[in-house]
């Protein structure tokens, strides 16, 4: 098989990212290389961490283009440019355009930092999405890895895992405990994407073991 080429998104300080690049580096991730980050925001720090490893990084400016569409057009030229199969966003904080869904349909993943589908959709990213975890008094939250679809979080959902909320929790430390999680899920996705363990069967994902 060969190996998947992976495109990443990001709008920060790229963590998850970074969780990507040493599950590649290590071994975790296997039949994967990163080809390219991609970062709307030119002081975001992912495109630094791509720089120190070595992988390619492009900050491609929202400002530039005259619209929506035009932009992921730009992004998705870039992508069959270097025969991209998967794309990863990991903290990417635009939504795609339809048009990039279709062109990457079943080979887009997301992070997120809930339980979805609680506490997820349109507006919930970054700390609001904790803060409401707080103020809705849940016990357990989570990180979910998934599909990306035309909706807002609503793909087909590949990996979760529960993190308690305790009664001390401020926004800050809960997401602390979610990114841990999230630093392990998305590897864990990412080198079953490129095995081409995963099948999609409706809302589904069959995970298959050897
Ligand atoms: C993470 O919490 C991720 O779930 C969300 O945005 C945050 C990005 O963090 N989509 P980082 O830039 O990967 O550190």
Redesign the pocket.
Known sequence: MSKKKIAVL??????????IIDGVKSGQINNAAIELVISDKKE???LERAGNNGIEALWIDPGAFPGHAEYNNALLQEMHKREIDLVV?????RILSEGFVKAYKDAII????SLIPAFCGKGY??ER?HMEVLEYGAKVTG?TVHFVDEGTDTGPIILQKAVEVDREDTVQSL?KR??EV?HTLLPLAVDLYCRDRLRIQGRRVDIETE
Do not use: F, K
């Open positions: 990001a709008s920060g300080r790229g963590t998850n990212l970074q969780s975001a720090y992912a966003l990991a903290g990417y904080m997301n992070i997120h930092p990213y970054g999405v990180a997401a979610v990114l999230e």
